[in-house]
């Protein structure tokens, strides 16, 4: 079947790994953003998602060893982040 996408297969290479929307998601939690309401506009213009469903994404790639992987720099800090938060309810 040509042209047919396999879960988990990055449609840019046709290697497994994340894709494109994964990628994505990590590339913005990299950049930094000044004033309130910056990252919220980021997500919504650029991703196209509402933020309650960015952060749903987002911290289940915290869980997934391709992102790992792919930015454990990233991938990382966000898990401190998270188990900082956790640990502070």
Known sequence: MAGATVPGMDEDTGEQGLGRRERDILAL????????????????EELGLAPVR????????????????????????????RERRRSER
């Open 29 to 44: 939690e990299r950049r930094g953003f000044s004033g309130p309401g910056a990252k919220e506009r980021a997500i919504r």
């Open 54 to 81: 960015y952060y749903q994404l987002l911290n289940a790639l915290l869980d997934d060893a391709r992102a790992l992987a792919h930015d454990p720099v990233t991938v990382n800090r966000l898990r401190r982040v």
